[in-house]
């Protein structure tokens, strides 16, 4: 799949249970490079991973999957997920946040799974994986409650 056959799909909001999946407006990048406070914005979004995605944003054609996370019930953004693209090999890289102020709700976990599944529907794409230092308990339960498994473990010096 191309880039720009990827563009098509990649503007598709998921809806779960209690959240949207939604991808990043321009002037919601704009606002978190410029440092602005928007509205429906939870209080401590954007974390400094959103930052980090933003600026990628900013730089890029289209959001490659990247999309905030918007609490149905009060319509606030209260973190991100995104794909890596393009896949390598059939494989995407995964990357999640939530804001402090929502973590321990399940959203992560909800909203990973969603995005898996949406991954693992793209044509060429079979395995989703993420990166995580096995000292993040928090985010190892996140990926295995979205129903990812453990494939290697690395020790560095």
Not at 6 to 23: A, C, E, H, K, Q
């Amino acid at each position: 799949m191309s880039s720009s056959s990827f563009s098509s799909v990649s503007s598709t909001d998921l809806t779960t249970g209690r959240l949207t999946l939604r991808p990043w407006a321009p002037h919601e990048i704009t606002a978190v490079l410029d440092g602005d406070r928007l509205a429906h914005w939870a209080p401590d979004f954007p974390a400094e991973g959103d930052h980090v995605i933003a600026g990628l944003l900013a730089n890029q054609a289209d959001g490659y999957g990247h999309r905030l996370i918007v609490e149905r019930e009060s319509g606030l953004v209260v973190g991100s997920i995104g794909l890596f693209w393009p896949p390598n090999e059939g494989a995407l890289e995964i990357g999640y946040g939530v804001v402090p102020s929502r973590r321990g709700r399940g959203y992560a976990s909800e909203a990973t799974r969603a995005m898996v599944e949406f991954a693992l529907g793209l044509p060429g794409v079979h395995t989703v994986h993420a990166d995580v230092e096995p000292s993040n308990p928090a985010s190892v339960r996140v990926l295995e409650k979205a129903g990812l498994r453990p494939v290697m473990v690395r020790y560095a010096r």
